[in-house]
């Protein structure tokens, strides 16, 4: 998207591929989880739950985008939260991967009772166009335990400097209302995009879902749109989850 200021954000976990989901396993449905992160249009995109051999198809599929993130072990090992950066007017200036816990600096931290070790992708970008910088992080919190999650929101608000424009995207195993998970991120001046409808439907293609995918942006933007995009390129569900785009306007 090129309109001076206006940069479309998205969010989109897009199931793991180790996973057994019989018909809609990853080897049958990547070409349309592809196709649908195409047809978001996306000039940064956040994704969750993609290992290495899944970063490395849709990176075939989506030529020209430019891929930023570690594994939940380190390198490229284990689960990845990737940022995707669409080849045009936005520039990386800074990346790094953090680990909720103690030593969030340290590959495999994880917070106590964690059934694995839960990451944050934080970049800096540059709006070629206006010269403005902004940070954007993506993330997936814990799956099991609510107090893992509000640590990790807890310290995610923590890591980032209020006075830089900010996007926060992913899946928080949360819905909007969870005060106690997105509370430190509101406390902090973070308001959730305006959207309709679930986000996580297990395959059923169902809009009644719980809403757990989010993305939350600092003061410093204007919410010109914002939706939860159900579409199944071929007739196939590209993932458990619908993806959420916003467009926004750095002000």
């Known amino acids: 998207m090129d309109s001076g200021g206006v940069l479309r954000f998205a969010t989109f976990n897009i199931r793991n591929g180790r996973a057994f989901d019989w018909l809609s396993s990853w080897w049958f449905r990547r070409g349309a989880t592809a196709a649908a992160i195409g047809s978001l249009g996306a000039d940064v995109l956040g994704l969750q739950e993609v290992y290495e051999f899944q970063r490395r198809y849709l990176a075939r599929r989506l030529p020209g985008t430019s891929w930023f993130g570690a594994g939940r072990n380190g390198g490229r090992s284990g689960e990845q939260c990737p940022v995707v950066v669409a080849g045009g007017f936005v520039t990386v200036v800074e990346q790094h991967t953090r680990w909720y816990g103690e030593t969030p600096d340290i590959p495999g931290t994880r917070l106590p009772e964690a059934s694995f070790p839960r990451v944050a992708t934080v970049l800096r970008c540059r709006d070629g166009r206006t010269a403005r910088e902004f940070t954007v992080v993506n993330t997936h919190l814990?799956?099991?335990?609510?107090?893992?999650?509000?640590?990790?929101?807890?310290?995610?608000?923590?890591?980032?400097?209020?006075?830089?424009?900010?996007?926060?995207m992913g899946d928080f195993n949360a819905v909007q209302g969870a005060r106690d998970v997105m509370g430190p991120l509101l406390e902090a001046g973070f308001a959730p995009v305006p959207v309709t409808g679930g986000t996580?439907?297990?395959?059923?293609?169902?809009?009644?879902?719980?809403?757990?995918?989010?993305?939350?942006?600092?003061?410093?933007?204007?919410?010109?749109?914002?939706?939860?995009?159900?579409?199944?390129?071929?007739?196939?569900?590209?993932?458990?989850?619908?993806?959420?785009r916003a467009t926004l306007r750095l002000s």
């Open 142 to 168: 814990d799956e099991r335990h609510a107090a893992n999650r509000v640590a990790s929101a807890r310290q995610l608000a923590g890591w980032l400097d209020p006075s830089v424009p900010a996007v926060v």
């Open 200 to 244: 996580m439907h297990g395959f059923t293609g169902t809009a009644a879902g719980r809403r757990i995918d989010h993305i939350l942006v600092s003061p410093h933007w204007t919410i010109e749109d914002a939706a939860v995009v159900r579409e199944r390129p071929g007739g196939r569900l590209p993932s458990d989850h619908w993806p959420v």
